[in-house]
């Protein structure tokens, strides 16, 4: 008997046997509740959207604009690609994609963590620019602060987070984006996967997945998060339509919930690395990393098929570093707490390093840079040079594809918030430490407020690239001309 085949009463009667054992329960629950909800949103009308965008397209010309795809790792170290020679992870389709793109090994996000991170791949903009600092929002929550997972799935909190998050969206809203750009180009849009922003309307893109409502489960991308984990019939239902009108571009947001935790990749894929895994833990997330990668197969084999790759811009970054920990087990109850201390929400590579690659056979040669330091701020003013756009005011990053700039560039920032934003008007509130790169050094300066036990941390991250020795105390200049740096940058 197949789970899909009961009916939603069955699963819940079965939730509540399950209650009376065990405290995950609550978690199950809950999420049936949500998926008792009508929140699905497969009913997408693209013919009309590509339609009413191609009258204003043709008036204005812009008929070979190129597609932009934007594919998101979620929680992946900047090293788990078999083409960084992972001697584990097998990434075959994410090994072609960066043959046949731009790559950037010296990639870094400009927080360790999902939410601000993302903000800043689509705003050009670092956190204490673009106001989204966390995840969530601090507040008061029935006199109390709301850290358990299971409170956190409660509706009463839910809609008291929507209700206290508004005036981030609003702040965040009123700068541009990537999506509200293209939108004003004409570009058709959709979004799949994460979206901590409201729903996918409220961001701009014509149709998307996320609802972005407390009843649906909405924060970080409620429906959004199915695509890839069961399959990308919505994309292909995009495609096939983007297909029909070659002359309206589009630009498709893939940025799934993988391999992200929960980790629960199929049997097979997990099957193949259980023998060689140190740990079923370990195991699982690097079979989710070759799920993610099939998923990519998946998408750019469909774009090949309906001849648009050509001209498609793809970009590629991972949000956010992640390691899992050794220690961790499978029967922990504590979720947070399966990554290592030196990756995901740390300052350290495993945490802000990522490759970023750019691929456009029409337009950008296929390339590895190991050199140059980029950053995710970086990608907003690439697109728009590759569209010969203008950039947006307060925008610091550069064109990936403008030698020049790149050359000139010296330094790359970073910074680590706490998970939940404490001020709506003070990012340095919810600082924890701000990072600044200048080859061959790296400086990681602790905001002592929010982490009294962090020293000042100077590593040579050419020649101890896993950051084993603290050489601040002998290079004393070297911080002082650094943390010069990092205060301009910060005001
Ligand atoms: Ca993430």
Redesign the pocket.
């Known amino acids: 008997m197949q789970w899909k085949s009961f009916s939603i009463r069955k699963k819940i009667v079965i939730g509540f046997l399950l209650l009376l054992v065990s405290p995950v329960a609550y978690i199950f629950i809950a999420r049936l509740f949500v998926e008792a909800r009508d929140c699905s949103r497969d009913n997408y009308d693209f013919v009309t959207i590509f339609k009413e965008k191609q009258k204003s397209i043709l008036d204005s010309l812009n008929t070979s604009n190129p597609n932009v795809i934007f594919i998101l790792s979620?929680?992946q170290a900047w090293n788990h690609y078999s083409f960084y020679d992972h001697p584990y992870i097998k990434t075959p389709n994410l090994d072609k994609l960066a043959k046949e793109s731009l790559v950037f090994s010296r990639g870094y996000v400009t927080a360790p963590?999902?939410s601000p991170?993302?903000a800043s791949i689509i705003t050009g903009l670092h956190p204490h620019e673009h106001g989204i600092t966390g995840n969530d929002p601090v507040f008061e929550y029935d006199g109390l602060r709301a850290d358990l997972v299971e409170m956190r799935l409660s509706d009463s909190y839910l809609q008291a987070r929507e209700q206290a998050y508004a005036p981030y969206l609003d702040r965040f809203y009123s700068k541009p984006n990537i999506v509200s750009i293209l939108d004003s180009m004409g570009y058709v849009s959709f979004q799949s996967g994460?979206w901590w922003l409201g729903s996918a309307v409220r961001g701009n893109f014509d149709e998307g997945m996320t609802v972005g409502s407390w009843e649906c489960y909405g924060r970080h991308g409620d429906e959004g998060l199915k695509i890839g984990r069961e399959g990308m019939c919505p994309i292909y239902d995009f495609l096939d339509t983007a297909s029909q009108y070659k002359n309206t571009p589009f630009f498709l947001w893939y940025a799934p919930f993988m391999p992200?935790w929960p980790h629960t990749p199929p049997e097979d894929l997990l099957d193949n690395y259980l023998e060689i895994a140190p740990s079923k833990a370990q195991a699982k997330y690097w079979a989710m990393v070759e799920w993610f990668d099939q998923t990519i197969g998946q998408l750019l084999d469909y774009l090949e098929d309906k001849n648009l790759a050509e001209n498609t811009i793809i970009v590629y970054v991972?949000?956010?570093g992640?390691i899992q920990d050794s220690k961790w087990t499978i029967k922990s109850l504590t979720p947070a707490a399966n990554y290592a201390p030196r990756s995901?929400r740390s300052p350290y590579e495993g945490g802000i390093r990522t490759p970023i690659m750019l691929k456009w056979p029409k337009g950008i040669s296929p390339n590895h840079d190991n050199s140059s330091l980029v950053s995710t701020v970086d990608i907003v003013p690439t697109i728009l040079d590759l569209l010969n756009l203008e950039q947006p005011i307060g925008i610091t990053g550069i064109s990936l594809v403008d030698h020049i700039q790149l050359q000139k560039r010296d330094a790359v920032f970073s910074a680590d918030y706490k998970h939940d934003m404490e001020d709506f008007n003070d990012p340095k509130k919810s600082l924890e430490s701000k990072t600044v790169i200048k080859k061959p050094w790296k400086l990681i300066v602790p905001n002592p407020a929010n982490s009294p036990e962090m020293k000042t941390e100077l590593y040579n991250i050419i020649e101890d690239e896993t950051e084993q020795i603290n050489l601040a105390s002998q290079h004393p200049e070297i911080v002082t001309e650094l943390s010069k740096l990092l205060e301009e940058w910060w005001d």
């Open positions: 979620d929680d963590l999902c991170s993302i994460k992200h991972a949000d956010n992640w995901k």
